[in-house]
């Protein structure tokens, strides 16, 4: 059997199938959806970064910053590496999402980027006590190994 008639012979087989009159599942009922969607929880969000330029150095600098419906995005520059922070708040959406990054400072490449998908009508908790809802996170500069630490808390 040649290509063309395996499609064909497959094409009415699917076409027969559906038309067979199989008896349908009696009883089942989809649940209506729900255009209201529920209220926004309002949140802040305050991530912390701590700097080294290397690894066998102490922390030599820290900076936080604070996210939210009304600043949405934001960044911190140390001596070469960035922390790129964004919110945003899912109106008119179910979710609400905070991305998160870090690049070189220079040529803005991307070393490591998480998204966190959150509810909207649910406070966030804070899972990780000290180190809130991302845990304590390290991203390294590829050429001079310098450090990058962060963590973010939800409010």
């Keep these: 059997m040649n290509k063309g008639m395996l499609v064909s012979f497959c094409f009415i087989l699917l076409f027969l199938t559906g038309c067979s009159g199989l008896p349908r599942v009696q ?79 220079d040529s803005q490449n991307e070393i490591s980027k998480i998204l966190y998908q959150l509810s909207r009508s649910n406070k966030l908790a804070n899972q990780i006590d000290e180190h809130g809802f991302t845990g304590l996170n390290y991203v390294y500069n590829p050429i001079s190994r310098s450090e990058l630490q962060y963590w973010c808390r939800a409010e």
């Design 27 to 105: 009883g089942f009922k989809a649940k209506p959806t729900s255009t209201v969607l529920p209220p926004i929880v309002p949140m802040i969000i305050e991530c912390t970064t701590a700097y080294r330029s290397s690894v066998f150095n102490p922390i030599e600098a820290t900076k936080s910053v604070t996210l939210s419906a009304e600043i949405g995005n934001t960044e911190v520059s140390f001596k070469d590496l960035a922390f790129h922070a964004w919110y945003y708040d899912g109106s008119p959406y179910e979710l609400r999402e905070v991305k998160l990054w870090v690049t070189t400072r």
